[in-house]
């Protein structure tokens, strides 16, 4: 029987002879599927949202990250960070922060910036302590002085962009309409390699 005529007791007796294995890759391979088209999706809002971008938008794109749960219960698109990955000298990979993070500007553009200031570069000093007591009974109420940075100039904030929260209603619309056709291909698939079709 041709798989496209299958009604749904056919799908059922075809998938209680896979294995544990067998539906985990079945299950990976259309998530994987669809989550690429939804990260298409993503990148098109990325490429809409006015944000500027320097050199190859192509590898902006590329922070759009694709995530398939390895035992087959989902997927995840984000623009988050995993945390960086140590090299075989046991160093951190390249452009990572003091917390081991990787910080693609992507992330920071979805979800906006708090207004940044340049390092202190002038201090000013407070006077720490009962003064009133030191002139009244000297030394041991002495006060100290605290040094205070002051802020340097203002290096402006990163509005957020939004692009993903954005891409959301059509993500779910492209997935709810997507995800069926490609489980059953990858079922398919996976029946023809394993010899039951």
Known sequence: MDPKDYTGKEWTDLLRGFSNRQIRNTL?????????????????????????????????????????????????????ARAA????????????NRKGFKKPVLMWAEEGTHERFAKPTKFRYEWTGHQKLWARHGAAYKPKRRKIGIAGLKRGRMPAYDFMKNSEPETFRYVEGTLVKELETATVKVAKKAGFV
């Open 28 to 80: 990976k391979r259309s998530y994987r599927k669809v989550g690429n088209g939804a990260k298409k999706i993503a990148a098109r809002k990325l490429s809409s949202s006015g944000l500027e971008v320097k050199g190859s938008r192509s590898d902006w794109e590329k922070g759009i990250r694709l995530y398939v749960y390895s035992k087959g219960g989902g997927f995840m698109l984000t623009v988050k």
């Open 85 to 96: 990955k140590k090299n075989g000298s046991g160093e951190l990979s390249m452009h990572t």
